[in-house]
């Protein structure tokens, strides 16, 4: 970072969790852009960034543009779009990255970066335009547990949550970069925390939405109401357990039990 006080933070994507961070992070003083588009981007430059949480309703305005070539090189990167829409996506942020970037993808699913070795991932980034154009040694793993949605372009509504948990996903790194981001990101509000394997962090957030949110979406029901259900609570067993298993292919042994994890929730 150019400044431990004024990082330059592009927000990739302005729905959901990416205003949660962009509103935070720019009301932290933090040198604050975004990537949008279309009616959004209209929104954001007409009255800022909106945040409802806690009762309160506060804005930040940060610079909104649909083209990552006029905001120039940044401290940090954090991906907020959804994980279908990176392969198009990536190869546009090139103008975003220079050698001391830090990306941060706060993306649920399974990352291009996961698979320890250097593997491409043909089912998350088919042709590997991905990894081809976010240089490993930017990325830090990020796993994300904020409840938000988006109530109208932007502005979004906080339900609960803040932890951000963070970590190095492959080795030769300085470990005051992590420590760098962890204090930026509490200094926003956030309950961060540095992890020293951060790819069972991910698998732990993965069980959960692996899981619940297609039942959920199958059954129109709550999570609460779907593992009270005895019979849905033996079919989420079941699934974590083949989710762990597709992990330990990938060589990510997560130390916990799939009822336990249920429990979490």
């Known amino acids: 970072m150019t400044s431990p006080s004024m990082p330059r933070i592009c927000i990739v994507g302005a729905g959901a969790i990416g205003g949660l961070f962009g509103v935070r992070l ?3 003083g933090c040198a604050v852009s975004v990537i949008a588009r279309g009616p959004t981007l209209a929104a954001l ?6 945040l409802e949480s ?3 309703r506060v804005s930040a305005a940060v610079r909104a543009e649909s083209d990552p070539a006029l905001l120039g ?3 940090i990167v954090l991906l907020a779009v959804k994980a279908y829409a990176l392969p198009e996506l990536a190869p546009r942020l090139h103008p975003l990255l220079g050698p001391s970037t830090m990306v941060l993808p706060a993306v649920n699913g399974v990352p291009w970066w996961v698979p320890a070795d250097g593997r491409n991932l043909a089912s998350v980034d088919p042709a590997g335009s991905i990894a081809g154009a976010i240089p490993a040694g930017c990325v830090v793993g990020t796993v994300v547990y904020p409840s938000c949605s988006c109530p109208e372009r932007g502005i979004t509504r906080h339900a609960s949550g803040s932890r951000v ?7 030769g790194r300085p470990p005051s970069r992590v420590g760098g981001l962890v204090s930026v990101l509490q200094a926003a509000g956030f309950e961060a925390e540095a992890s020293t394997d951060i790819r069972v962090e991910v698998w732990k957030k993965l069980l959960g939405n692996a899981c619940f949110n297609p039942v959920s979406l199958l059954t ?3 999570t609460d109401l779907l593992i009270d259900d005895a019979r849905i609570h033996a079919l989420f067993v079941s699934m ?5 298993a597709v992990g330990r ?4 042994d997560v130390p916990i039990d799939p009822a336990d994890r249920i429990a979490l929730t």
């Open 220 to 222: 129109g029901s709550a």
């Open 45 to 50: 430059r007409a009255r800022g960034w909106v």
């Open 73 to 75: 090189v940044q401290d």
């Open 54 to 56: 806690g009762g309160e």
């Open 249 to 252: 292919a990938l060589g990510i």
């Open 165 to 171: 948990v963070i970590g190095e996903p492959f080795a």
């Open 26 to 28: 720019a009301r932290a």
């Open 240 to 244: 974590m357990g083949e989710a762990l």
